[in-house]
């Protein structure tokens, strides 16, 4: 397959997370063409896997869909270099109040691959031991316990439809809990 070159980024707008940014690129076929690109530094999320095999889950409005929605932990890396296990870790206490010395590496998400560099570094939790919560100024979040079966029921009735959280809950599910 050819390559694609790009031979400019101008950044139009830079946001508290994202950088908005217009790509000028030439096609194999020697094409000039100009691409939106949302730059973003990577997020982490984790799967809070309680002793009795629940999930703790996440409720927390959000904006860009006007509505509460059911997640998974999740949260932007402070930095392009945190270690995204870092990042699931300090998300996992500061969301649901609880820490882990066992987080396993899941997958990664791109979410958005047609016009967005953001990546999501999902982990599972195990051996949970309480911690302490500590919110965002941006964050009301309500904690909710569901087995993996009862998530799956939900995804598939498109009763939860956030990508990073139906992915990572149906490869849980096929990594964990099928034989």
Known sequence: ???FNRIGREVVYKGAILEFCKDEIIT???NKVKWDYLQHKGAAAVIPVMDDGRILMVRQWRNAIDRFALEIPAGGKDSVDEPSKQCAARELEEETGYKSDRLEFLQTIVPAIAY???KIDVYVAFELKKGKQHFDPDEDI???LFSVEELVKMIMSNE???SKTASAILTYYHKYCLD
Do not use: V
């Open 28 to 30: 194999p076929k020697g």
């Open 116 to 118: 967005s560099g953001e």
């Open 142 to 144: 309500e904690l909710e």
């Open 1 to 3: 397959m050819e390559k």
């Open 160 to 162: 939860i439809n956030d």
